[in-house]
Nanobody, 120 residues
Framework: QVQLVESGGGLVQPGGSLRLSCVAS????????MAWFRQGPGKQRELVAR???????TYVDSVKGRFTISRDGAKNTVNLQMNSLTPEDTAVYYC??????????????WGQGTQVTVSS
């Protein structure tokens, strides 16, 4: 079993920066992919950024050039550096992990979410 805990959210003014962190704990065998999703008020949950075990990254178009995802494999953590924040970035941000439970199958895990509010 794997548990994910997010941190780093809060209130920030437009143009400001925040860094989110997610720590995976429990019976870690191998993490295939880590990602950040978000759900804004009145909106559907969307993929924000993803990083694979080979350190390949992808981003939703709206955050390209502003957000950077990174991982620390040794510590089973994933970070999201968020710069030039706008009110449109206001959302609950969720950490996601695809974990290889064994050599024969993998499983998805979700964190509880951390609130990011961008407002003057």
């Amino acid at each position: 079993q794997v548990q994910l805990v997010e941190s780093g959210g809060g209130l920030v003014q437009p143009g400001g920066s925040l860094r989110l962190s997610c720590v995976a704990s429990g019976s870690i065998f191998s993490i295939n992919t880590m990602a950040w999703f978000r759900q804004g008020p009145g909106k559907q949950r969307e993929l924000v950024a993803r990083i694979t075990s080979a350190d390949s990254t992808t981003y939703v178009d709206s955050v390209k050039g502003r957000f950077t995802i990174s991982r620390d494999g040794a510590k089973n953590t994933v970070n999201l550096q968020m710069n030039s924040l706008t009110p449109e970035d206001t959302a609950v941000y969720y950490c996601y992990v695809n974990h290889r439970e064994s050599r024969i199958y993998s499983r998805d895990y979700w964190g509880q979410g951390t609130q990011v509010t961008v407002s003057s």
